[in-house]
């Protein structure tokens, strides 16, 4: 795992033009129902923002490209659990974690679109989240407005650290 941390870290590095849209899929991919349990999207996310300025590549773009990235995977982790209901839980690799989404459900019932934003912040709970809302029938507006305020805050908290720290020692 640490190795393709290192090689995923290193092609953004040598091929900048290239990063906008690996960080979208890496954002994709982390909030996306299922990959998200098998990717290590958010170490590499972190790493890139230390090294944004110095590879010389703008933060904006990248910034951007994660925001829509992680809007995209709930979008989709949504539709899944809206269409597939109860039935998703028996696919790989949520059958291999049966606690998962009865937690996800606990969290919904008692937060709803509270529950679904700050899942995004909270491990397993950020893919989790979008599929126990669609699960349920959340209706589309407040799904979407939790959905793209935590996205905006999410993006914002994986690469900036990074990027503030480079920028203040350079």
Same mark, same amino acid.
Request: glycine share 18%; hydrophobic share 55%.
């Given at each position: 795992m640490e190795l393709m941390i290192h090689h995923v870290l290193e092609f953004i590095r040598t091929h900048a033009a290239w990063a906008p849209w690996i960080i979208f899929?890496?954002?994709?991919?982390e909030s996306l129902a299922f990959i998200s349990? @098998?990717? &290590?999207a958010t170490v590499i996310l972190l790493g890139v923002g230390g090294f944004i300025g110095a590879a010389?590549?703008?933060f904006w773009p990248l910034w951007c490209a994660a925001v829509l990235g992680a809007i995209g995977g709930d979008w989709l982790s949504y539709w899944l659990g809206f269409?597939?209901? $109860?039935?998703? %839980?028996?696919?790989w690799p949520l059958s291999r974690s049966p606690a998962l989404l009865p937690r996800g459900h606990a969290v919904f019932e008692r937060w709803g679109a509270i529950g679904v934003f700050g899942g995004r912040f909270? $491990? &397993?709970l950020r893919c989790i989240m &979008? @599929?126990? %809302?669609?699960?349920?029938g959340m209706r589309q507006l407040p799904f979407q407005i939790a959905n793209v305020a935590s996205a905006l805050i999410w993006a914002t908290g994986v690469l900036s650290?990074?990027?503030v720290v480079e920028r203040w020692l350079t």
């Open positions: 899929l890496l954002a994709f991919g349990l @098998l990717l &290590p010389g590549i703008s269409h597939y209901k $109860g039935a998703i %839980a028996r696919l909270f $491990g &397993p &979008p @599929l126990i %809302a669609g699960i349920c650290p990074g990027w």
